[in-house]
Structure formats: C-alpha cells, structure tokens
C-alpha cells in the first residue's frame, strides 16, 4: 500500500486556505496589539496628567509651566483618540506638542535666568520653524489621489 499523493489542484485549494486563514489570524492580532498598545498609552498620560495635577495641588498653585504641562496631556490624549478613531496618525498633534514644550521652556529659560540669551533665540527659531511646518501640513493625505 504506497501513500496516495494529494492532486496539485486540491494542493492549491488547501494552500490558499491556510494562507488565507494565517492572514486573518495575523490581522486578527496586529489589530489587537494595535488597540491594546493605544489603551495603555492612553491610560499612560491619564495616569501622569492625573499625578502632575495632584503635584500642582499639593503645591498650592500652578505656574505657567505647569499649565503649559497640562496642555502638553491634552494635546497628546487628543492625538490618541485621533489615531484611534481614523487609524492616521496626526503629525500636527506632534508639532502641537513640541511647540508647546519648546514655549514651556522658553518660559522656564527667562524665568531661572531672567534674562534672554542666544538660546532662547534659537528655541524661539525653532517654534517658528515648527509653526511654519504646521502650515505646511494643511490636512492628512487623501487616498483619491
């Protein structure tokens, strides 16, 4: 009795299935990694927003940075609920974050030195360049061409 050789037709069939099956499989987990890993970033800046606000309290008062701090949470959970929703990621949020934390230190410059210096000259260049970058990307790439 030899061993029966499986037919090249029936062969194909059976590869397309298990390539079509490993490739769900795979989207299946891509997707949920994908979603796992933005809940714990998120859940990430809630927990720190949460702790920087605590801190501010327990101070007494906030200051400029501190707030500028605070801007800096909300700017990135708003940028993880874009990509969460539309699966883009939002560049401009990015920018909005730097520029902010590039003010914020600006701010933090004058008032340890309370005085300007070169680099704040080129801290201030920066935001600007950035400001100008926002412009540049007006709107996320359509698909239609």
């Known amino acids: ?3 029966k050789l499986m037919k ?3 062969f194909n069939a059976l590869h397309a299935s298990m390539k079509a099956w490993s490739d769900e499989l795979g989207n299946l987990l891509i997707e949920a990694f ?7 970033i998120g859940a990430s800046i809630v927990w720190s927003a949460v702790f920087a606000y605590a801190g501010m309290v327990a101070q007494g008062h906030a200051t400029i940075g501190d707030i500028l701090l605070l801007f800096i949470y909300l700017e990135l959970g708003a940028m993880v609920g874009i990509y969460f929703k539309t699966n883009v990621m939002p560049v401009r949020c990015l920018i909005y974050v ?3 934390a590039l ?3 600006v701010i933090a410059d004058v ?3 309370h005085e300007a210096g070169m680099g704040m000259l080129w801290v201030s260049a920066a935001i600007l360049l950035l400001a100008i970058a926002t412009r540049v990307i007006l709107k996320p790439p359509s698909d239609n061409g």
Do not use: D, K, Q, W
């Open 103 to 105: 003010a914020r230190l």
């Open 1 to 3: 009795m030899g061993t």
């Open 111 to 113: 008032s340890a030195h």
């Open 8 to 10: 090249p037709e029936r």
């Open 34 to 40: 994908h979603y796992l890993a933005l809940f714990v």
């Open 98 to 100: 730097a520029i902010t």
